[in-house]
């Protein structure tokens, strides 16, 4: 079987990818903040990435592989523009909930709203067990999905202004504030079609941890081609030859993984669709952690330093690797739910 990408969405990704490389972040200095990063920001939202899950805002169908592929192009270049909390877990919750007012504001840039995790990040949080509101640098409010009677119904909440440090420099996290404060947004996503946005959501994470991994080899074999040890280039020798071909094979075998789950959420029953996903997000988990401790190895020391932007990759890959659950998590459901069902099986 011969997969690949149509004309139009080759053209999205190389046009995502030229616009991630001008956003790209170089080292901890180069983080934007402020009106460089609402600049920013209105350069994502110019590109359409807010409604590409929203088919009466984009004129066309919600497509996961489009999605991913952007958000791909992205985290390849670290940027830390929020796309994946604000632009894509947000406003397919938004997008679920049928909340057009916010969808379109979302999509003309004036809405920036981050979604709410567990404070241990292994799911999308409400306020009765805490949450932390995810990718919220210059996010004014927060989403949060409270469940009552098998249903979720959503509530915004102005965010305050101080942001929380956390392990992924690139990205913010921010204590939500109390349920007092919440509006209802939209009308009641029902237990289906709340776990397609579960599915999108561990795709999603899973494409930005395929974009660091990507990244990182990129770079480990520019730098390896470059530098020059015992009067040779690193290169040359077998075993980072052989290290970064094991690195190879994982980002490929990721990147099949994710394009299947990708596809599979709006074209497949909603159970194989959230199966495909945790095993993208399950086989992403553990290939990323492997493949930027390779690009470390290869860079030497100076990858350990502050300074350097492989330090930037692992923090991002760890909290991503975390973010809806690690590859034992996955697990864990993959192995519960094709043992509840054996269609599955």
């Known amino acids: ?115 709410a995790v567990t404070v241990d990040l292994r799911s999308f949080g409400a306020t009765d067990a805490g949450a932390v509101a995810f990718d919220a640098a210059g996010a004014s409010h927060v989403l949060i999905a409270e469940e009552s009677d098998g249903v979720r119904r959503l509530h915004s909440a102005p965010l305050p202004d101080a942001a929380e440090e956390g392990l992924d420099l690139t990205r913010s996290l921010r204590r939500t504030p109390t349920a007092s404060a919440a509006y209802a947004v ?13 599915a999108l959501a561990l795709t999603a994470v899973a494409a930005d ?27 040359s020798f077998q075993a980072v030859q052989h290290m970064l071909a094991d690195a190879l094979v994982s980002v490929e075998g990721t990147r099949s993984c994710l394009w299947h789950a990708a596809w599979a959420i709006d074209h497949l029953p909603t159970e194989e669709a959230l199966l495909a996903a945790m095993t993208a997000k399950a086989y992403a988990a553990a290939a990323g952690r492997d493949v930027v401790e390779t690009a470390v190895q290869v860079f030497g020391g100076i990858a350990i330093t502050w300074e350097h932007v492989a330090h930037l990759r692992v923090r991002r890959t760890l909290l991503d690797r975390r973010l809806f659950g690690d590859e034992t998590t996955q697990y864990e459901a993959i192995a519960a739910m094709r043992l509840a069902n054996e269609e599955l099986a």
């Not at 992205?74 to 830390?80: E, G, K, N, Q, S």
């Not at 397919?92 to 981050?114: K, S, T, V």
């Not at 009641?188 to 946005?197: G, L, N, S």
């Not at 990129?218 to 470059?226: I, L, S």
Request: aromatic share 4%.
């Open 1 to 115: 079987m011969d997969i690949g990408l149509t004309d139009e969405q080759k053209l999205l990704r190389d046009t995502a990818s030229h616009l991630a490389d001008e956003l790209a972040t170089t080292d901890p200095s180069d983080i934007p903040a402020g009106a460089v990063l609402a600049e920013q920001w209105r350069h994502v939202a110019d590109l359409g990435v807010p409604t590409l899950r929203s088919p009466s805002l984009c004129g066309l169908d919600a497509s996961g592989v489009e999605t991913v592929v952007v958000i791909e192009e992205f985290a390849r270049t670290l940027c830390a523009v929020p796309v994946v909390g604000q632009a894509v877990l947000a406003a397919e919750m938004l997008e679920a909930a049928n909340a057009q007012d916010e969808l379109q504001r979302l999509a003309d840039g004036e809405l920036r709203i981050a979604p």
């Open 186 to 198: 939209g009308e009641p996503i029902d237990a289906d079609r709340w776990r397609r946005v579960e």
């Open 209 to 235: 941890l395929l974009g660091v991994m990507q990244g990182a080899l990129d770079d480990a074999v520019r730098y390896a081609g470059e530098r020059v040890q015992f009067g040779v280039k690193i290169g």
